[in-house]
């Protein structure tokens, strides 16, 4: 079993930047690929960002790509996702989450795991 705490949101400023983390607990973290979705009121999840086991392979959504990185630190148990030149469309709920296999995956049906969600509020 492994649990899942994002932290880091907030309120920013339209162009202003925000680094999410996401701590792992309970169990493996490094065997497993990491994701990044997020959800705003009266919406679907979306998929944000996807990295593997071990940070080889990355993909972004069309919507964030340019912006967001992703990242992990296998050592610390630890994923980020870096945002940069954010818009108030960015606002949402956001959640990372966790696969039961190493490779990247776009939906949200590909994780097991998930977090809390850390609210990100992006002012016009």
Known sequence: ???LVESGGGLVQTGGSLRLSCAASGGT???YAMGWFRQAPGK???FVSTIDWNGRSLVYADSVKGRFT???DNAKKMGYLQMNSLKP???AVYYCALRLVPFIASTPND???WGQGT???VSS
């Open 70 to 72: 992703i990242s992990r």
């Open 29 to 31: 973290f490094s065997t």
């Open 44 to 46: 679907e999840r979306e």
């Open 119 to 121: 609210q990100v509020t």
């Open 111 to 113: 994780y097991y795991y």
């Open 89 to 91: 469309e960015d606002t």
């Open 1 to 3: 079993q492994v649990q």
